[in-house]
Protein backbone atom coordinates (compact mmCIF):
# COMPACT_ATOMS: atom_id res chain seq x y z
CA UNK A 1 0.00 0.00 0.00
CA UNK A 2 1.39 3.55 -1.07
CA UNK A 3 1.76 5.94 1.68
CA UNK A 4 -0.98 9.13 2.03
CA UNK A 5 1.71 11.64 0.75
CA UNK A 6 2.55 9.47 -2.58
CA UNK A 7 -1.29 8.99 -3.56
CA UNK A 8 -1.85 12.53 -2.27
CA UNK A 9 0.78 13.40 -5.20
CA UNK A 10 -0.81 10.95 -7.61
CA UNK A 11 -4.44 12.73 -7.02
CA UNK A 12 -2.78 16.23 -7.07
CA UNK A 13 -0.69 15.25 -10.55
CA UNK A 14 -3.69 13.88 -11.78
CA UNK A 15 -6.55 16.54 -10.96
CA UNK A 16 -5.30 19.28 -9.99
CA UNK A 17 -5.54 21.59 -6.89
CA UNK A 18 -9.26 22.82 -7.89
CA UNK A 19 -9.86 19.06 -6.69
CA UNK A 20 -7.66 17.56 -4.13
CA UNK A 21 -7.35 20.65 -2.00
CA UNK A 22 -4.70 19.61 0.52
CA UNK A 23 -3.23 17.23 2.44
CA UNK A 24 -2.99 16.62 6.33
CA UNK A 25 -0.52 15.43 8.06
CA UNK A 26 -0.38 16.75 11.92
CA UNK A 27 -2.58 13.91 13.45
CA UNK A 28 -2.58 10.30 14.00
CA UNK A 29 -3.66 8.74 10.61
CA UNK A 30 -2.73 11.74 7.71
CA UNK A 31 -6.00 12.52 5.13
CA UNK A 32 -6.29 13.85 1.74
CA UNK A 33 -9.00 16.72 1.36
CA UNK A 34 -11.35 16.56 -1.88
CA UNK A 35 -13.18 19.60 -3.14
CA UNK A 36 -16.91 18.12 -2.49
CA UNK A 37 -18.04 18.68 -5.71
CA UNK A 38 -15.70 16.02 -7.44
CA UNK A 39 -15.55 13.74 -4.53
CA UNK A 40 -17.63 11.11 -6.69
CA UNK A 41 -14.85 11.16 -9.68
CA UNK A 42 -11.96 11.23 -7.31
CA UNK A 43 -13.38 8.01 -5.60
CA UNK A 44 -13.84 6.52 -8.55
CA UNK A 45 -10.00 6.69 -9.62
CA UNK A 46 -8.79 5.75 -6.16
CA UNK A 47 -11.55 2.45 -6.83
CA UNK A 48 -10.62 1.96 -10.62
CA UNK A 49 -6.65 2.74 -10.64
CA UNK A 50 -3.94 -0.18 -10.54
CA UNK A 51 -1.78 0.24 -7.19
CA UNK A 52 -4.67 2.07 -5.40
CA UNK A 53 -7.60 -0.42 -5.49
CA UNK A 54 -9.22 1.68 -2.74
CA UNK A 55 -12.39 -1.12 -2.73
CA UNK A 56 -13.42 -0.92 1.12
CA UNK A 57 -15.45 1.95 2.17
CA UNK A 58 -15.16 1.81 6.26
CA UNK A 59 -16.78 4.38 7.60
CA UNK A 60 -19.11 7.24 6.46
CA UNK A 61 -19.58 10.22 8.82
CA UNK A 62 -20.15 13.88 9.56
CA UNK A 63 -19.41 16.68 11.51
CA UNK A 64 -21.74 19.99 12.03
CA UNK A 65 -19.35 22.87 12.84
CA UNK A 66 -22.16 24.29 14.16
CA UNK A 67 -24.80 27.80 13.72
CA UNK A 68 -21.87 29.94 13.67
CA UNK A 69 -19.62 28.01 10.90
CA UNK A 70 -23.54 27.19 9.15
CA UNK A 71 -21.23 24.15 7.77
CA UNK A 72 -21.50 20.09 7.62
CA UNK A 73 -18.21 18.19 6.61
CA UNK A 74 -18.57 14.82 5.24
CA UNK A 75 -16.16 12.13 6.01
CA UNK A 76 -15.25 9.11 4.53
CA UNK A 77 -12.61 6.29 5.42
CA UNK A 78 -11.75 4.29 2.02
CA UNK A 79 -8.93 2.11 2.69
CA UNK A 80 -7.66 -1.44 -0.33
CA UNK A 81 -7.89 -4.30 1.49
CA UNK A 82 -6.11 -5.82 -1.30
Known amino acids: MKATAEIYQQLLTHFG???ILRLETNNFEP???VA?????EVA???FSTEGL???FLSCLT???NGV???TI???DHGSSID
Not at 36 to 40: D, M
Request: hydrophobic residues 50%; without cysteine.
Open 17 to 19: EQH
Open 31 to 33: YII
Open 36 to 40: TEHLA
Open 44 to 46: SFL
Open 53 to 55: YFD
Open 62 to 64: AVD
Open 68 to 70: EAA
Open 73 to 75: ELI
